[in-house]
């Protein structure tokens, strides 16, 4: 590497180089433009105005706060309080109205649908879908068949009381392990399965036992799901005849179910959400296709 003071004339260019040189390459000492340069000072006068007027300077336990008093947090704050003062009216017309009667309000339905998709976003949503629509295990809220009841009553109860949750009125009704807790054994199952999905219509193998599933069912399963297995809502018991199933309906899934049970939960909302939100929760889930 060559001494910094010995600079020379680039002949392609014409421009001095710096006096650097790395391996037969020099570096040519153009100057910044001035475009960039004022640019650069600019942006530098503008962080020191920024650090006087914002917070931005971090000390131990906070930060310096400003001139201007500014912070996202008060910020926030003052919006969600400008926000509640706005819609103020119709959260109280949410509280007061019974639930039959919002439909009929169509300024009032429309508020409580939109308000509704909101807390549905942030509540339900992981579970269910962003529209409702569910998944393997977590029920679909858009169909017209329900566990539970799709009524407004009964949707509003399952939202505030959830499902196998803690407090004393919330829903129960678990399936019993039927294979694992040695009610009867897998062949049993298996026949039972076959005869259940022979319900909705699906078809199974050759050899598969309908008479037995038939019996099986009939001491085991109807005191639950009814003698047709058509299902009994008070008791959690879905309905078997229809081609909707929660936990799949392949006949590996459906033995699955028999022999280990099923019990999924869902959280109770009345003690995370004020009332005004679950009753806006129920219009927007009822309103999503398949209330009743």
Not at 47 to 66: H, Q, R
Not at 77 to 104: K, M, Q
Not at 260 to 269: I, L, S, Y
Request: with cysteine; net charge negative; charged share 20%.
């Amino acid at each position: 590497m060559a001494a910094p003071d010995n600079k020379h004339i680039d002949e392609a260019t014409g421009v001095s180089t710096t006096g650097h040189e790395w391996d037969d390459i020099r570096e040519l000492n153009n100057p910044l433009p001035r475009w960039w340069l004022w640019l650069f000072y600019v942006t530098i006068v503008w962080s020191l105005i920024y650090v006087l007027l914002y917070p931005a300077i971090p000390l131990i336990n906070s930060a310096t706060g400003g001139v201007l008093g500014w912070n996202s947090r008060s910020a926030v704050v003052s919006d969600l309080a400008r926000l509640d003062a706005s819609r103020g009216e119709r959260i109280a017309a949410l509280r007061t109205t019974a639930l039959e009667d919002i439909p009929a309000d169509p300024e009032l339905l429309a508020f409580a649908q939109a308000f509704g998709r909101a807390a549905f976003g942030d509540n339900c949503a992981a579970c269910h879908g962003a529209g409702g629509g569910g998944t393997v295990g977590f029920p679909n809220l858009v169909d017209d068949d329900w566990i539970w009841g799709g009524t407004l009553e009964e949707i509003h109860h399952t939202v505030t009381h959830g499902i196998r949750s803690t407090p004393m009125d919330t829903r129960f009704g678990d399936m019993p392990a039927f294979v694992r807790d040695g009610w009867f054994g897998r062949a049993e199952a298996i026949a039972v399965a076959d005869y259940v999905r022979s319900l909705s219509g699906l078809s199974g193998p050759e050899n598969a036992d309908l008479a037995l599933g038939a019996q099986v069912f009939a001491e085991n399963c109807a005191s639950c799901h009814g003698e047709t297995g058509q299902g009994t809502r008070a008791l959690g018991a879905p309905d078997l005849t229809n081609n909707i199933w929660l936990y799949g309906s392949s006949r590996e899934a459906v033995i699955e179910t028999i022999s280990n049970g099923r019990g999924g939960m869902m959280p109770h909302f009345g003690e995370r959400l004020d009332p005004a939100t679950i009753t806006a929760l129920t219009v927007y889930v009822h309103t999503l296709g398949g209330g009743e």
